[in-house]
């Protein structure tokens, strides 16, 4: 009897690890945004507030891109993976250049909601699209 109440605080302890993992906000599937033909799609994206996010930014061109993602990624942790060049300054996040027929994956939880334009700041590229954080 000894032996079973001094199990019940390890039971009780791994009962409430197991609701909070189970209860984690699990990763949303990723969303692609392919640059191709001097332009961005889709034209509009939307992201949920709040909840980890993985943008997965493709090049099917032949001409160097970048992502520019005006005001979205500012004091926020995005983690960069994939064969493009991240830019960074004291704000965070500024763009990743992709190079042709590149991938780029960013993941990163978005922390305020509204309307967030993204370029391509290259001369001669006029490419502007949209994330909607909701």
């Not at 209860?23 to 799609?41: D, W």
């Not at 042709?100 to 502007?128: N, Q, W």
Request: proline share 9%; net charge positive.
């Amino acid at each position: 009897m000894r032996r079973l109440r001094a199990l019940v605080p390890f039971v009780l302890l791994f009962g409430l690890l197991g609701s909070f993992i189970a209860g984690a906000a699990a990763p949303s599937a990723p969303v692609e945004i392919v640059a191709s033909k001097r332009a961005f799609t889709p034209e509009t994206l939307t992201l949920p507030q709040g909840e980890p996010a993985t943008l997965v930014i493709r090049n099917d061109d032949e001409d160097l891109h970048s992502f520019v993602p005006l005001l979205l990624l500012q004091r926020t942790n995005v983690q960069v993976s994939g064969n493009g060049a991240p830019e960074f300054n004291e704000t965070g996040f500024v763009r990743v250049l992709i190079p042709p027929h590149g991938r780029v994956e960013l993941r990163f939880t978005p922390k305020a909601a509204g309307t967030f334009h993204y370029i391509c700041d290259l001369p001669g590229h006029s490419m502007r699209a949209q994330i909607v954080v909701k």
